[in-house]
């Protein structure tokens, strides 16, 4: 947990501005769900869907510096300090997702917090609905995190020359799974919520693949400077 953290402090420490638009998309879904709350009360559940692409933009955003902290430390030496310590290059790439993911925790544990107090205020049976919405905020944001953080840090270990992190690339692997939320109301709560969590899963399973094959296809010189 110690290694854990530090990688969390430099992360944050290397951009403010990309964790202050993640802050700033989940207060704006927070926002939406509890003007959805107040307007539209228990009888249109399927609009309360929207809110979970905000958050889970925001989530996404928020822990991107995790990538940049991959290339600032792979051009430094970091890496090669790291490996030089018995570490494989799953073992690097775990450490980093271990990072994103806890940066994830800190910014839904807020989340959740502002949504319930709201769900509380509005009244029990939104309350309900907002657990809901949690819980699909946190299964589409962890995966999609952990999807996009292995991807960028095999993209950046494959590339020849010492550059910074895609981001907007970064961003782009994110958009195919998180977007589709945004033009589903009109299905109906079911069909909604069945491809979300199918995108949620197709996004877990590409992680955990990209990570497994890591020692295989990312060759340790990858990882120096």
Do not use: H
């Not at 110690?2 to 638009?21: A, E, H, P, W």
């Not at 991959?70 to 690097?92: F, M, R």
């Not at 009244?123 to 952990?146: E, N, Q, R």
């Not at 109301?185 to 590409?206: K, M, N, Q, R, Y």
């Amino acid at each position: 947990m110690n290694k854990t953290l530090i990688f969390v402090k430099r992360s944050l420490n290397l951009s403010k501005i990309l964790t202050g638009m993640g802050v700033g998309l989940s207060a704006l879904g927070i926002f939406v769900i509890f003007a959805l709350s107040l307007l539209a009360g228990s009888s249109s559940a399927p609009v309360f869907v929207l809110p979970v692409s905000f958050m889970s933009l925001g989530l996404l955003i928020f822990t991107s510096p995790v990538t940049l902290l991959y290339v600032y430390d792979k051009n430094n030496g970091v890496l090669e300090y790291l490996l030089s310590l018995g570490w494989n290059q799953s073992d690097v790439f775990k450490q980093y997702l271990k990072a994103a993911l806890f940066l994830g925790v800190i910014l839904f544990i807020g989340q959740a917090v502002a949504i319930l107090i709201a769900g509380a205020i509005v009244g029990s049976t939104v309350f309900v609905l907002d657990l809901l919405m949690l819980t699909i905020t946190a299964f589409m944001g962890f995966s999609v995190i952990s999807f996009v953080t292995v991807a960028m840090m095999a993209f950046s270990s494959l590339q020849k020359q010492r550059v910074g992190a895609n981001t907007p690339l970064g961003m782009a692997l994110g958009v195919p799974f998180i977007f589709p939320t945004f033009y589903l109301g009109f299905l109906g709560f079911s069909p909604e919520l069945i491809i979300v969590l199918a995108l949620c899963t197709l996004a877990a399973a590409l992680s955990v693949t990209l990570l497994l094959l890591s020692s295989r296809f990312i060759r340790r010189e990858k990882m120096l400077p």
